[in-house]
């Protein structure tokens, strides 16, 4: 079965950290460039980060210094560490992997201030 499934999500208070994983079946993952996206409520979803095959990093402005992509390819696994979390990070995060344009389920981070 093809899918992506996230996790690591829940509840944090501003300041904290949470790690997203995000792992892969069905596709051959080292190929894949990855990305985390997010949404928040009422909002369109927002790029956050992609890793290319290579293990090169982007990130949206908003986030850069504060998360970090990663990914384990023995793993099929791309991770998400958010670190220094405010309010305003809150949303349903989602991990899309390019070459099959697929998207996982999502997983809620909440922010409390």
Excluded at 15 to 38: E, K, T, Y
Excluded at 76 to 102: F, G, R
């Amino acid at each position: 079965q093809v899918q992506l499934v996230e996790s690591g999500g829940g509840l944090v208070q501003a300041g904290g950290s949470v790690r997203l994983s995000c792992v892969a079946s069905g596709l051959i993952f080292s190929m894949n460039v990855l990305h985390w996206v997010r949404q928040a409520p009422g909002k369109q979803r927002q790029w956050v980060a992609d890793i290319d095959m290579f293990g090169k990093a982007t990130y949206a402005d908003s986030v850069k210094g504060r998360f970090t992509i990663s990914r384990d390819n023995t793993k099929n696994t791309v991770y998400l560490q958010m670190n220094n979390l405010n309010p305003e990070d809150t949303a349903v995060y989602y991990c899309h992997a390019s070459l099959k344009d697929l998207w996982g389920q999502g997983t809620q981070v909440t922010v409390s201030s």
